[in-house]
């Protein structure tokens, strides 16, 4: 199967995913593949900076947290569109990381990601002390969006039609962005900064601008999130959640787009099925596999398909008489 005809397959199953099960079973896998829409969105531009641009962040929560929160308390307290949610989370997240990215851009390898943790860690404890933001109790009953036209979020289909296309169109922007001018200089400056400083990039206004975009994606991504789950914690801020996109990104291969996004629906659907057929031991099963897929493929789930093509392309090559 040509790698066209697998995406092909792959999005029509997530199209018929609302028919395809029980009223029960199919709310249950919605609510899952929806977190999962958001977690890919924010694992998008996380790839585009560390994949791509070479800058691991131990800090993506600050932006997934910030996007959730500014969608929060604009349905709460100015409009119930959720487009106008939306794009308060894409600001919220590109005006944090701007901040951010303009104190700690310079940094690179572990000071990078120390600072990138230590304004995660600052974001989690002011939310955590902000009465306006909930403090501690964070924000409860977020209305349900609308669309427009009369459409309601709160009908848990639409909401995944929704997420489902606001992942395709942040993988469009991805890969938009990934085969540009500006993507190709990423990759560059990833494999040799010194040469492309001597080349004539700006690789620091290179770097900010990829901060940046990761936080847009980031926000959008925690926007989402907040709309599906109509509440928002400060844990969203935590380092845990840094992370765990950290993991995601690493089991399903940094620097391919799609890989990510394949660790992002394996972590989310294999945390979510352990834990309810092992409340106790599940984390100590999660460990292991995850250990495993990195001792058996330290690519990731990208480079285990990646080889398993060369492999059966190798295998149908005719031999040499």
Known sequence: MSGRSGALVLLGA??????????????????LAIRAFAFGILLLGFD???????????????????????????????????????GAAAVAGAVLALGVGFLA???????????????????????????????????????????????????????YYTALGLALAAVAVARRVAGSAFGHALVGIRENEERARCLGYDVTRCLRRAFVLSGVFAGVGGGLLAAHQSFVAPTVFHWSVSGEVLLMALLGGMGTLYGPLAGAAFVIVLGDVLSSWMAERWLLVMGLIYVACVLFSPSGFAGLWRSLRERRGAAETPGTP
């Not at 199209?15 to 249950?28: K, R, V």
């Not at 929560?61 to 308390?73: E, K, N, P, R, S």
């Not at 404890?125 to 924000?139: K, R």
């Open 14 to 31: 997530l199209a018929a995913l609302p028919l395809g099960a029980g009223p029960l079973f199919s709310e249950f896998y919605l609510a």
């Open 48 to 86: 585009l900076l560390a994949g791509y641009g070479g800058l691991i962040s131990f800090g993506h929560a600050m932006f997934f947290g910030t996007g959730a929160y500014a969608t929060a308390l604009v349905l709460k307290h100015v409009t119930a569109s959720f487009w106008v949610a939306l």
């Open 105 to 159: 851009i310079r940094a690179r390898e572990i000071y990078f990601v120390f600072l990138t943790f230590a304004f995660a860690q600052f974001c989690y404890h002011a939310v955590n002390s902000w009465e306006w933001a909930g403090a501690a109790n964070g924000l409860p009953g977020i209305p349900k969006p609308t669309l427009g036209f009369g459409l309601d979020l709160g009908n848990r289909t639409l909401l």
